[in-house]
């Protein structure tokens, strides 16, 4: 492998499950104690090389958002850990890293900030990102007003064309129309040329064999298999099929 870009060393990721409690105990944080543990990822390692290209499956509630938005820094494991070798990360998921009550512009310039880049390289780019967006007039909207489609749009547009050295991408291809996913995959081709470290969540096994050199295997939060991407995905078709 090539410089190590990222390395995950024996993770383990909880969350308590407080469905059986009410509203009002959850948000006065009573009774936490006695509130079932759950662990979405259980003592997972692997390392990806620098321009890496790593797809990640998995059946739904396997652990796979859980520990993207680990990787992202969103929240800390409760066990292992989590290197980025000083790489800027950025994540790319529906729902998450925008405030509804800021227009898309506001939201641009602060993800951007958050991403770690300068105000003024956030400037400098906010008209390619708006353009790639195909808001239009909505860009000078509330997010909050925005279909899914929309959002996702804007998501991919921030991620993709600020520079960051890993990116992160949860099922955000697999969304909006037919035009946006056509261009979405030239855009992620030409990442991929620029030596961008990358990792991919997806259900779609066509995106995975066209843009992954190796796929990782997670099922009920646990390690399956790392390899080749054509052989892993065969023996995840092989597992779901028989369930």
Wanted: with cysteine; aromatic share 8%; hydrophobic share 40%.
């Amino acid at each position: 492998m090539s410089e190590i870009a990222l390395e995950v060393s024996h993770v383990s990721i909880d969350y308590k499950n407080l469905m059986h409690m009410s509203l009002h105990q959850s948000l006065l944080n009573r009774n936490l104690k006695k509130a079932e543990t759950i662990r979405a990822v259980n003592d997972v390692s692997f390392s990806v090389g620098k321009g890496e290209i790593l797809g990640i499956v998995g059946r739904n509630g396997s652990g796979k958002t859980t520990l993207l938005r680990s990787i992202a820094g969103i929240f800390r494991p409760d066990e292992g850990l989590i290197d980025t070798k000083g790489n800027r990360v950025s994540l790319m998921a529906i729902g998450i890293g925008f405030n509804g009550n800021n227009t898309g512009r506001e939201n641009i310039l602060k993800s951007g900030m958050l991403l770690g880049c300068k105000l003024d390289y956030v400037q400098a780019h906010m008209n390619e990102i708006i353009a790639f967006s195909e808001l239009g007039e909505f860009i000078d909207r509330p997010v909050r007003t925005y279909s899914s489609g929309m959002y996702s749009k804007l998501s991919f547009a921030v991620t993709a064309i600020l520079d960051t050295d890993i990116m992160l991408v949860d099922e955000v291809l697999s969304v909006g129309d037919e035009h946006f996913r056509k261009k979405s995959y030239q855009k992620m081709k030409e990442l991929m040329m620029s030596n961008r470290t990358v990792l991919i969540v997806s259900h779609a096994a066509e995106t995975l064999k066209k843009f992954c050199d190796r796929v990782f295997w997670i099922d009920n939060g646990k390690f399956m298999e790392l390899g080749d991407t054509n052989e892993v995905l065969g023996h995840y078709d092989t597992f779901m099929s028989m369930l």
